[in-house]
């Protein structure tokens, strides 16, 4: 069987890691050439990046981690081309929401309580074609739950040409055909929602009986397509305490998925707005440290947010290299921060985001965790924070450091 494959299982062979690294270089630099123009400082630094990951090739594709594109695909050659080597100032990252509708009540969900009118399919289109043209080369598809859209496959196959598109779902109302016309249609990778190794459990945080057998299920018929799969998890601080992050990690690589995306509830709702909600920078470190363990062994890979967001990597992207833009066409950081700085149904994209950009700088900390006490003074009632009251909170924004690979990049000083 070939070097690296899906599902792998068992101990790693010592000595294996550095020869797999090379192969992934080699594939890296055979398809763009131009990035030995980078500055060794900035290709020490990726390559130091790339050394915590397993690299695994899913129908031809060779990922690192689902949030960086195939390190052999166009997308890929997009982040050297136009944000390695050409600095260019848009973001390389968006989320859109394609639909609020979703049948799952999770308390900690980042839209819960967005409203408006929702983007018709011409808004929604420019919208996608704006993003990429911006410079976004990883798209992912969000909601509520994006499978209820009947266009979801006309979309990723408008939006999959030089951008890696990845889908956040519930699971519910996935068929074989669905899948395997997503992967047709361009779709790279997928995270199927799931919160915890027992049914009640995970059917009583999403508020939604049958929950748990949905995400298994859509896991089973995505990884019967083809594609790159792995689980999207919201941890709780009694996970974290507990020492049952690592029991579902476990159970998780019986799932013979490629990855685990990790997060913590997001201070992103009133009721989070507290500071025994917030992960503690201890808690973080505990999550660091298991996910370089998870990655020293054979199979699953783990990726946990907050180690992409650490001051020693990228940090937070919020408002300059991430963009979200919910259902309604509201403009947020990021999915987290519940605030916008325009609607795309009445304001150009391109003007919105450059006034976003302009009122961010990078930083070394999650945007939201460190700054939920300012959504609460200044919250009027609705989320998001409005245009108005997202300037105002900004200006009580003080920012600290961009993050180290973040700062090579870019050339910040």
Request: proline share 7%; with cysteine.
């Given at each position: 069987m070939?070097?690296?494959?899906r ?5 790693r062979?010592?000595g294996r890691?550095?020869?797999?690294l090379?192969?992934v270089?080699v594939?890296m ?5 131009r ?6 400082a900035?290709s020490?630094a990726?390559?130091?990046y790339l ?7 899913v129908?031809g594709?060779i990922?690192?981690?689902s949030?960086?594109?195939?390190v052999?695909?166009k997308?890929y050659?997009?982040?050297i ?7 260019c ?7 859109v929401a394609?639909?609020?509708a979703c049948?799952?009540r999770c308390a900690?969900c980042y839209?819960?309580?967005r409203?408006g009118q929702?983007m018709?399919?011409p808004?929604l289109r420019?919208?996608i074609a704006?993003?990429k043209?911006?410079g976004?080369?990883w798209l992912?598809?969000t ?5 209820l859209?009947p266009d979801?496959?006309?979309?990723t ?5 030089g951008?890696t598109v990845?889908?956040?779902?519930t699971g519910l109302?996935?068929?074989?055909p669905?899948?395997?016309?997503l992967?047709?249609a361009g779709?790279?990778?997928?995270s199927v929602?799931?919160?915890h ?7 009583r945080?999403r508020?939604?009986p049958g929950?748990f057998?949905?995400?298994m ?5 995505f990884?019967s397509a ?8 919201v941890?709780t601080r ?6 049952e992050?690592?029991?579902f ?10 990855e685990a995306w ?6 992103t ?10 992960v503690s920078?201890?808690e973080?470190?505990?999550l ?6 998870a990655?020293r ?6 990726n ?5 967001e650490?001051?020693a990597?990228?940090?937070?992207n919020?408002?300059?290299?991430m ?8 403009v947020?950081p990021c999915?987290?921060a519940?605030?916008?700085?325009g ?12 006034e976003?950009r302009?009122s961010f700088?990078?930083d070394s900390?999650?945007?939201v965790?460190a ?5 609460a003074?200044?919250y009027a009632g609705?989320?998001p ?16 450091r961009p993050?180290r690979?973040r700062?090579?990049?870019e050339g910040s000083?």
């Amino acid at each position: 069987m070939p070097e690296m494959i899906r599902r792998e299982a068992g101990p790693r062979p010592a000595g294996r890691r550095p020869a797999r690294l090379i192969s992934v270089l080699v594939a890296m630099i055979v398809r763009n050439p131009r990035m030995l123009m980078a500055r060794p400082a900035v290709s020490a630094a990726l390559l130091g990046y790339l050394r915590k990951f397993k690299p695994r090739r899913v129908d031809g594709q060779i990922f690192i981690h689902s949030h960086l594109p195939a390190v052999n695909s166009k997308a890929y050659s997009r982040f050297i081309e136009e944000h390695l080597l050409g600095k260019c100032p848009g973001p390389s990252h968006a989320q859109v929401a394609v639909t609020n509708a979703c049948p799952q009540r999770c308390a900690y969900c980042y839209n819960r309580h967005r409203r408006g009118q929702p983007m018709d399919l011409p808004t929604l289109r420019k919208t996608i074609a704006e993003l990429k043209a911006m410079g976004v080369f990883w798209l992912g598809w969000t909601g509520g739950e994006p499978l209820l859209r009947p266009d979801l496959v006309a979309l990723t196959e408008e939006a999959a040409p030089g951008c890696t598109v990845k889908l956040f779902t519930t699971g519910l109302g996935l068929t074989a055909p669905l899948a395997r016309d997503l992967r047709a249609a361009g779709l790279s990778s997928v995270s199927v929602s799931l919160d915890h190794w027992t049914a009640d459990v995970h059917d009583r945080v999403r508020g939604y009986p049958g929950a748990f057998q949905a995400a298994m299920n859509a896991i089973g018929l995505f990884q019967s397509a083809g594609l790159h799969v792995g689980v999207s998890a919201v941890l709780t601080r009694e996970m974290i305490r507990n020492g049952e992050a690592e029991t579902f990690l476990d159970f998780l690589r019986r799932l013979g998925l490629d990855e685990a995306w990790l997060s913590e509830a997001k201070p992103t709702l009133q009721a989070f707005w507290k500071p025994e909600c917030i992960v503690s920078d201890s808690e973080r470190r505990t999550l660091i440290e298991m996910q370089d363990r998870a990655n020293r062994k054979r199979g699953m890979t783990v990726n946990y947010l907050g180690h992409f967001e650490d001051a020693a990597h990228f940090g937070c992207n919020a408002g300059g290299k991430m963009i979200y833009v919910d259902a309604f066409g509201e403009v947020s950081p990021c999915v987290f921060a519940p605030m916008t700085f325009g609607n795309v149904q009445t304001e150009s994209l391109g003007k919105i985001a450059a006034e976003m950009r302009a009122s961010f700088a990078p930083d070394s900390a999650c945007f939201v965790n460190a700054n939920y006490p300012l959504f609460a003074k200044h919250y009027a009632g609705r989320i998001p924070l409005s245009p108005l009251e997202s300037r105002s909170l900004m200006g009580d924004v003080r920012f600290g450091r961009p993050g180290r690979y973040r700062h090579l990049i870019e050339g910040s000083q």
